[in-house]
């Protein structure tokens, strides 16, 4: 059986969970949370990995490969027990990375903006840089898979909360798969599925029970990550205008 491989690649805080919930209700989908996690853990904070900004990092690096080419080789193009599977991924968990095995999936992009994103992420890990948005690095694999003749699909995380039936229709046309009226809600309590770190990060999706209608962040945006909004702004603004339902 062939297996269609969608690689959801999102920054954090972008409602990626909710989206792995509605792909998860699916009857012929199998959902993986952030496979590559680990590695990027392991890679980028090296023996100080314990010591990382990232709360239960430990937990983490215990519970899957910090291979990412073995997770690669045995998860992303591994054996999947169904038609589909979707693999909620972090597009900064892309470092030392051969991005060869992209040819053998389709990728997704989400994004939020930064203006709304950036203050739920710096309750979590403190300030965050550039690098910790995954922003950079989505606008240049857009572009790059682009390049190679792709059309990877934009979804923009106010869009699909604002409408997500239509956006998600939008989404499954794109990638060749009938939309099912099934992915618009959930159980409350998580997914079977959620990685170790879920107590850390899923705290509202795990009380939701379909995608949360928009709502616009009504607080002062903070002071101490103007530069770092700044920086993410324009790679924001190039991808918003190819999202569905823009």
Known sequence: MDTKRICLWSGPRNVSTALMYAFAQRSDTQVIDEPLYAHYLQTKYSAQALDSTHPGTAEVMASMSTDGA?????????????????????????????????????????????????????????????????????????????????????????????????????????????????????????NPADGVWARYWYENVHRSTGFAPYRPKSEPFPVELEEVLAACSGYYAVLHREAIGG
């Open 70 to 190: 073995q997770v690669i080789e045995e998860v992303i193009l591994g054996p999947c027990e169904k038609p589909v599977l979707f693999m909620k991924q972090m597009a900064h968990h892309l470092i030392d990375i051969d991005l060869s095995f992209l040819a053998r999936t389709l990728n997704v992009f989400l994004i939020r903006d930064p203006r709304e994103m950036l203050p739920s992420l710096a309750k979590v890990i403190g300030t965050p840089t550039l690098a910790d948005t995954g922003f950079k690095t989505q606008h240049d694999l857009f572009n790059d898979l682009r390049a190679v003749g792709q059309s990877p699909p934009v979804l923009d995380a106010r869009l699909l909360l604002e409408n997500p039936s239509s956006v998600l229709c939008q989404l499954c046309e794109r990638l060749g798969l009938r939309f099912e009226d099934s992915m618009l809600s959930w159980e409350a309590g998580g």
